[in-house]
């Protein structure tokens, strides 16, 4: 009885030590998300990177073609060719990141998409992507590309809120959200176009992102290990 006894009390305490893991990794991801997740925001501030390298080695040219879609309609067509294609590569590279995280990880494609990614899994994301492109488009379209810096702004705010793409706790995504808001009004405001705020700031967001998601995966790891022993 007594050895029955010890087993109940060992499994007490592997279901408290599980317990504490989930209530401090609040933001709702597992191990294998968060590889994935850390893969997608390297990813995305190493493109970020280059952006940024790119705007300072032109002295500012990538802003300025921005602004010269108002004056000049043929380059209307061609910038949003240009982010289309973008934007399209991204998305395929953001779906062979999960699909090559689950198949390393011998788990079903579908599943993992339904467990930790169910906003790609109902479309939502694409559906997001989608509107934000439109209103670009029309922005450029109707040659109004000094909205375009202060709209990046407000999608990195929207990607805050929406816990999506940057892993904060929900106090600090809805601080640096309006922050972003904030910080997109007084850039319109003060007609200061450049795109070296949004990327910056975006910058800025996303490491801080990737050492939250660090520090959350060696916690996991760590009250894995207690569980072990």
């Known amino acids: 009885m007594s050895d029955f006894n010890k087993e109940v009390q060992s499994a007490l305490s592997d279901i408290k030590l599980i317990k504490n893991i989930i ?16 893969v997608l925001q390297i990813s ?21 073609f921005l602004l010269l879609t108002q004056k000049y309609t043929d380059l209307r067509l061609y910038t949003i060719g240009q982010i289309a294609i973008l934007l399209f ?7 062979f990141v999960v699909w090559r995280a689950t198949n390393h990880n011998k788990k079903n494609f579908e599943t993992d998409i339904e467990i930790d990614f169910k906003y790609i899994k109902n479309l939502s994301f694409l559906s997001d992507l989608m509107i934000k492109f439109s209103t670009i488009s029309l922005l450029i379209m109707t040659g109004n590309g ?11 705010g929207d990607y805050l809120i929406q816990g999506r793409l ?27 176009y450049s795109l070296l ?8 967001i996303c490491i801080s992102s990737i050492i939250n998601l660090i520090g959350l995966k060696n916690g996991i790891k760590t009250e894995a290990r207690r569980i072990s022993e």
């Open 23 to 38: 209530q401090k990794n609040r933001s709702g991801l597992g191990i294998m998300s968060i590889k994935t997740s850390l």
């Open 44 to 64: 995305a501030l190493v493109i970020s990177l280059v952006l940024l390298v790119g705007e300072l080695i032109s002295d500012m040219k990538i802003s300025e």
């Open 146 to 156: 000094v909205w375009l810096t202060p709209f990046l702004l407000l999608c990195i």
């Open 166 to 192: 940057f892993i904060f706790k929900t106090r600090w995504s809805i601080l640096l959200a309006l922050f972003c808001f904030v910080v997109a009004f007084a850039q319109y405001w003060y007609h200061v």
């Open 89 to 95: 590569l991204c998305t395929i590279g953001i779906y």
């Open 197 to 204: 705020i949004p990327i910056i700031l975006f910058e800025i």
